[in-house]
């Protein structure tokens, strides 16, 4: 049994915590019992050695698997990651929604998308990564009393999205620190309002607006200050085609969107401008965790 996740990036700008989607870059999970346990990983993290003696994935499966009632046995863990690890593109959601699937697919107990996600919610805090990563398409999530409601909607193939990733990664957990904890009504107004329009442009294709409802006051650009060649990338993407650039979830990867037939000349100007990152083409992925 192969658990397939694919990649998100959450907030889509002005969504902080709420808006996400899901693109064509999977990490798949195989698990299966064994004598002895071992792990092995090829592809994205393969090259970080915290990852086979620390993993999150194997703590994860093993706390749903006993919370199902599994009993006490040894399993080989074997993750071909295709996500990058810690740039924005729900590598830690993939590993989370992965393990709870796995958990319950080796013990054979039923489970919807709901469950899932109320369980993931215990593990990542934020519903903007683990919403895409199990239904798909383009999210709407929030939290109430600990549980996770959300609306999707499935993207067209009329746009797609050129991601462009740098080599250093940006700390989820230190960039929320250097957000401020007050905000003006003002700015609170202006996020309110992109928000909204963005949430009306995916449900109305009118693509058009993507780039003035894709702005925001809450956290891109002081997380970008951490990176300021972000703000380079930003400016080059709209310059050369892109419908909206945006910080994908807290970076440092960024997400621009553009039309299908504008896609091989954006990402081909990117890469030539920025050729110490990597650029990909993306399909946005409508099918959310799929079993193979
Ligand atoms: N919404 C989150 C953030 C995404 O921007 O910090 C990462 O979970």
């Known amino acids: 049994m192969i658990v397939k996740v694919p990649a998100t990036s959450a907030n889509l700008g002005p969504g902080f915590d709420t808006l996400g989607l899901s693109l064509s870059l999977y990490n798949r999970f195989e ?3 064994s004598i002895v346990q071992s792990i092995r ?4 993290g393969s090259d970080i050695p915290k990852l086979l003696k620390d993993n999150n994935f194997i703590k994860i499966f093993k706390d749903v698997y006993r919370e199902l009632g599994g009993e006490t046995r040894d399993f080989t863990f074997y993750l071909k990651n295709e996500i990058p690890v810690s740039r924005g593109l729900g590598s830690s959601s ?3 929604i992965g393990a709870i699937i796995s958990a319950y697919e080796m013990l054979k107990v039923p489970y919807t998308r709901d469950l899932i996600l109320s369980k993931a919610i215990k593990y990542e805090k934020h519903p903007d990564n683990i919403t895409p990563a199990v239904n798909g398409g383009f999210n709407i999530a929030m939290i109430k009393n600990s549980k996770v409601f959300y609306i999707r909607h499935k993207i067209p193939n009329d746009i797609k999205a050129v991601v462009v990733i740098p080599n250093k990664a940006i700390s989820t957990r230190y960039s ?3 957000l401020p904890k007050q905000y003006s009504l003002h700015d609170a107004v202006f996020n309110i309002s992109r928000s909204s329009m963005l949430t009306g442009v995916f449900l109305s294709k009118r693509w058009n607006l ?3 409802a894709a702005e925001d006051r809450i956290h891109q650009d002081k997380r970008m200050a951490l990176f300021p060649a972000l703000f380079a990338v930003r400016k080059e993407a709209l310059k ?3 419908l909206m650039s945006v910080l994908s979830g807290s970076g440092s990867t960024f997400l621009n969107i553009c039309y299908r037939d504008d896609s091989s000349k954006l990402a081909s100007s990117l890469s030539k401008k920025f ?3 990597r650029v990909l083409e993306l399909e946005f ?3 959310g965790f799929n079993i193979e």
């Open 31 to 33: 698990v299966s019992p």
């Open 41 to 44: 990983i090829d592809g994205e």
């Open 94 to 96: 993939a590993v989370v």
């Open 176 to 178: 929320r620190k250097t």
């Open 210 to 212: 993507l780039k003035i």
């Open 240 to 242: 050369r085609g892109a």
């Open 275 to 277: 050729g110490e990152f």
């Open 285 to 287: 992925d409508n099918t």
